[in-house]
């Protein structure tokens, strides 16, 4: 997930994707959409290493979120802040943002 301004309409996002799609070599790039996120109160963490080491990152904003007697409601997602196409695994920094309810 990478955060993209509000001003950045739906035409100008369907018009620019091809051209960075193909410069960046990116070879997803056509997945990718722009979603808009409500979700209310959320707790989120900075995780500092590779995407296979989350685990207790989470966990860890989890048990965040118990103690303040919540309790976490959909998925989490990640707002990704290197490019891991040229950061080293151990260097990489992720945020984790995970809805959580207080009722």
Not at 26 to 49: C, D, N, T, W, Y
Not at 56 to 84: F, M, N, Q, W
Request: glycine share 6%; with cysteine; charged share 20%.
């Amino acid at each position: 997930m990478i955060c993209v301004p509000a001003a950045v309409t739906a035409s100008m996002w369907t018009e620019v994707l091809p051209t960075v799609t193909a410069g960046k070599r990116l070879v997803a790039g056509g997945l990718a959409r722009v979603k808009h996120l409500a979700e209310g109160l959320s707790a989120q963490i900075l995780h500092v290493g590779s995407y296979a080491e989350e685990s207790p990152t989470i966990a860890k904003l989890h048990e965040c979120i118990e103690a303040l007697g919540c309790r976490p409601t959909d998925r989490h997602h990640e707002v990704y802040l290197s490019d891991p196409r040229t950061t080293d695994p151990a260097d990489l920094r992720t945020i984790i943002r995970q809805p959580f309810t207080d009722t």
